[in-house]
């Protein structure tokens, strides 16, 4: 049980194309669902938290405007890149949690690899 | 802030021998910490996990980690390492309903 699915697993797009990424809980309902960056040879780094039918809230750094994150329903987070540039190119992981657990249990998807050429 | 360090970036273990992966935490009450393990190009998989309680923990794949509070510490151990548990360890806190992620440790393992 608890697998959470990302798609595409990768993806090369060109600059200034926008790239959107699933994120879905296969087996359980996700109240909450995070995003991650993750750069080569680094931590993850998360971008933001979305809960179910309202706005995601932004670490401090991460632009609104360039990753829109839409939580739409109990199984289903979206991360749309906007206008990517290269520099937008990383590993982006997505995890979930339901209610009552907020990040105290967290299922991670398998990532998405994003390259912008 | 809390924080979780890592003091290793790199360990190189050989089959068969023992293996401990250092975490520091810093936070005044208790944490809930957590250990994940990473494969290339793939998400994380939980280990184990900390709440409360018995401070020797028991995860998946034979680990255990250990919790001491007087040294503020979360390390890893797995007693014989197996060729597969190559890949990248990253130990994390919650704070305040988010992961804090440490920097990570790459164990790599020789035959």
């Known amino acids: 049980g608890a697998v959470v699915s990302q798609h595409p697993s990768w993806v090369i797009c060109k600059s200034g194309t926008s790239v959107k990424i699933e994120c879905r809980s296969l087996?359980?309902?996700?109240?909450?669902m995070f995003w991650y960056r993750q750069f080569p040879k680094q931590s993850l780094m998360l971008m933001a938290t979305?809960?179910?039918?309202?706005?995601?809230?932004?670490e401090q750094g991460v632009e609104k405007d360039k990753f829109l994150i839409n939580h739409a329903s109990l199984t289903l987070s979206t991360l749309t890149v906007t206008s990517a540039h290269p520099e937008d190119s990383s590993f982006y992981i997505c995890?979930?949690?339901?209610?009552?657990?907020?990040?105290?249990?967290?299922?991670f998807g398998p990532g998405t690899r994003l390259t912008v050429t | 802030a809390q924080s979780v360090t890592q003091p290793d970036i790199h360990i190189t273990v050989s089959e068969g021998a023992s293996l401990e992966l250092r975490c520091n935490y810093s936070y005044g009450a208790t944490p809930y910490l957590f250990w994940y393990v990473q494969s290339p190009g793939q998400g994380l998989q939980l280990l184990l996990k900390y709440f409360s309680g018995d401070t020797l923990v028991q995860g998946i794949k034979g680990f255990e980690a250990e919790f001491k509070r007087s040294q503020s510490s979360f390390n890893l151990r797995k007693p014989s390492v197996h060729w597969s548990d190559a890949a990248e360890y990253f130990c994390?806190?919650?704070?305040?309903?988010?992961?804090?992620f440490g920097a990570g440790t790459q164990v790599v393992v020789t035959p």
């Open positions: 995890s979930a949690a339901s209610a009552g657990q907020g990040a105290y249990e967290q299922y």
């Open positions: 087996d359980f309902q996700a109240t909450t």
């Open positions: 979305s809960n179910e039918g309202s706005k995601a809230t932004y």
């Open positions: 994390a806190s919650d704070s305040w309903g988010k992961l804090q």
